[in-house]
């Protein structure tokens, strides 16, 4: 929680700007839960999506209306080498996705 992944910010922005983080495993991996913890600003729109070879993806979790903090997944288990939070639309005016952690299981 001491650091963060920030996206390129923008400016007078209607918040609409496309931006993604994405997490890569040497394996596969099982998940069946992950929370990102959101830094000050966040995107309120963004899929979480998963692919076991880079290029097919499918998507996890839509989300439409986040209002940052944490937001936590829990669903049925998936295999998976990459994941990616794929930010759609975020806060309104200077700002940038900004990410604290991410945690990612299999329970």
Request: without cysteine; proline residues 2%.
């Amino acid at each position: 929680m001491y650091t963060r992944w920030n996206s390129a910010a923008w400016t007078k922005s209607d918040g609409n700007e496309a931006q993604w983080f994405q997490l890569t495993w040497k394996q596969p991996q099982m998940i069946t839960r992950v929370r990102i913890h959101w830094g000050e600003t966040h995107a309120v729109e963004y899929e979480l999506e998963y692919s076991v070879d880079g290029k097919a993806w499918r998507t996890l979790r839509e989300v439409t209306e986040s209002d940052g903090g944490l937001d936590d997944y829990v669903g049925p288990a998936v295999k998976a080498r990459y994941l990616r939070v794929d930010g759609k639309r975020g806060t309104k005016g200077i700002s940038a996705y900004s990410i604290r952690e991410i945690e990612v299981y299999e329970e």
